[in-house]
């Protein structure tokens, strides 16, 4: 029987209901990139901790110009080792400790030096003077639970101190593509064989937005094979992503194979093309992606539900957006009536503006998706977009 499809909204809810963040796992900072923090960090102190000079010159007290005695060296790293009086001067270095006393810093190129002492010009309070806690103050929030570990996150954290930071526990992932039919990269095609792409580009999917993936695996077409695949998968990994063999024909096994396993269907069947047999089940903390085996349907279902699947399980308080662009269509496009319809398209810059060129093709023809730059909705409700219509393509 067919299933009742249901609108993407309400499939995607379903998913983020039943899924939770993964625990969390002390994390070196130096493999910390890309992975998704779990807890606020402060500092500990205010930073700079001391007041220090942005210019190598000489340290003093703010005044009238003069002449000097210069007196010591405040280096980076290694302060001075007396108070400055009035009438003094220390030499300074960028990033240096201010001297007890001083309260400005000359720059070099403006002072005269000769036989030890240095003729500065006058300057006020303050002057090439960085504050503590000019940076950060001790207490104030830093990085935020929830956010994405960049670059400029993990030098915030090494400068307050942090050499591990908890993370999400990056979800395990299994991808299993069923299909006597298909083979490999690098092995001769006998006849009636095809080559298998999706498991590539499935497990590329959920590796691009943070999972581990376990093992990818092709399973032939019969029931024993398809439960023992998925009965190891469901041991190993936190999510299955399995494409092929979850509609109604005689050799589609996965859905009897999960019931055997025990995994409670969450829905079958959503109102969007390509894409309409993705299915989606739990058991327990174990969740199984049912996607179609042609492999646009397969990419575009995975990217509506896998990818906000694995944000979540990562603990993402806000999951990153997919980049889009707005642009003009060129060639009207037909509305499928009861299903959001997704339509390849590639961006073309003329005279200053950008279109958008539908990619027509079939789900099961790949190289829609490389010559493609993005994706057009053309909504369920919609009678089709027309030619000249403003559009917001969503980007691969």
């Known amino acids: 029987m067919a299933p009742d499809l249901i609108p993407i909204a309400a499939a995607r809810e379903r998913v983020l209901e039943a899924v939770s963040p993964l625990p969390t796992e002390q994390v070196p900072l130096a493999d910390a990139l890309g992975r998704v923090i779990a807890e606020d960090v402060t500092s500990a102190q205010d930073l700079p901790p001391f007041d220090s000079s942005a210019m190598d010159g000489y340290a003093v007290v703010a005044g009238e110009g003069a002449e000097l005695e210069l007196v010591g060296e405040s280096r980076a790293g290694h302060p001075a080792q007396r108070a400055l009086a009035p009438g003094q001067a220390i030499a300074i270095s960028t990033g240096a400790q201010i001297p007890e006393g001083a309260d400005?810093?000359?720059?070099?190129?403006?002072?005269?030096?000769?036989?030890?002492?240095?003729?500065v010009p006058g300057v006020r309070p303050g002057n090439h003077v960085r504050h503590a806690g000019e940076d950060m103050r001790a207490g104030e929030l830093v990085v935020p639970a929830g956010a994405t570990l960049g670059p400029s996150e993990l030098a915030v954290a090494a400068s307050v101190g942090r050499d591990r930071l908890a993370c999400g526990r990056r979800p395990r992932v299994s991808v299993l593509v069923t299909g006597d039919e298909l083979v490999g990269p690098g092995?001769?095609?006998?006849?009636?064989?095809?080559?298998?792409?999706?498991?590539t580009a499935l497990s590329a999917l959920a590796a691009r937005v943070g999972a581990d993936v376990l093992s990818r695996e092709v399973v032939p077409d019969n029931l024993d094979s398809t439960t023992a695949a998925l009965a190891g998968a469901l041991e190993r990994a936190d999510v299955v992503c399995v494409s092929g063999g979850v509609s109604v024909g005689p050799h589609d096994?996965?859905?009897?194979?999960l019931l055997s396993l025990g995994?409670?269907?969450?829905?079958?069947?959503?109102?969007?093309?390509?894409?309409?047999?993705?299915w989606f089940g739990t058991r327990g903390d174990r969740f199984v992606f049912g996607l179609p085996g042609n492999p646009v349907s397969a990419m575009v279902s995975?990217?509506?539900?896998?990818?906000?699947?694995?944000?979540?399980?990562?603990?993402?308080?806000?999951?990153?957006?997919?980049?889009?662009?707005?642009?003009?269509?060129?060639?009207?496009?037909?509305?499928q009536t009861g299903?959001?319809?997704?339509?390849?398209?590639r961006l073309v810059s003329r005279d200053g503006a950008l279109y958008a060129e539908p990619v027509f093709g079939k789900s099961n023809q790949i190289f829609i998706l490389v010559r493609g730059d993005g994706l057009v909705l053309v909504p369920r409700d919609a009678n089709g977009l027309s030619a000249g219509?403003?559009?917001?393509?969503?980007?691969?």
């Not at 096994?253 to 194979?257: E, L, Y």
């Not at 995994?263 to 993705?278: C, I, M, Y």
């Not at 299903?339 to 398209?345: G, K, L, M, S, Y």
């Open 104 to 119: 400005a810093v000359v720059p070099v190129e403006q002072v005269e030096l000769r036989d030890g002492r240095v003729t």
């Open 187 to 199: 092995v001769p095609l006998e006849p009636g064989q095809i080559r298998d792409s999706n498991t």
């Open 253 to 257: 096994h996965v859905k009897p194979a």
């Open 263 to 278: 995994v409670e269907e969450r829905f079958w069947g959503v109102a969007l093309k390509p894409g309409k047999p993705t």
């Open 302 to 335: 995975g990217g509506l539900f896998v990818t906000p699947a694995i944000h979540r399980l990562l603990g993402f308080t806000h999951p990153p957006q997919a980049a889009t662009a707005r642009a003009t269509l060129t060639h009207n496009l037909e509305s």
């Open 339 to 345: 299903r959001d319809d997704f339509v390849p398209v």
């Open 389 to 396: 219509a403003e559009v917001e393509v969503g980007l691969f």
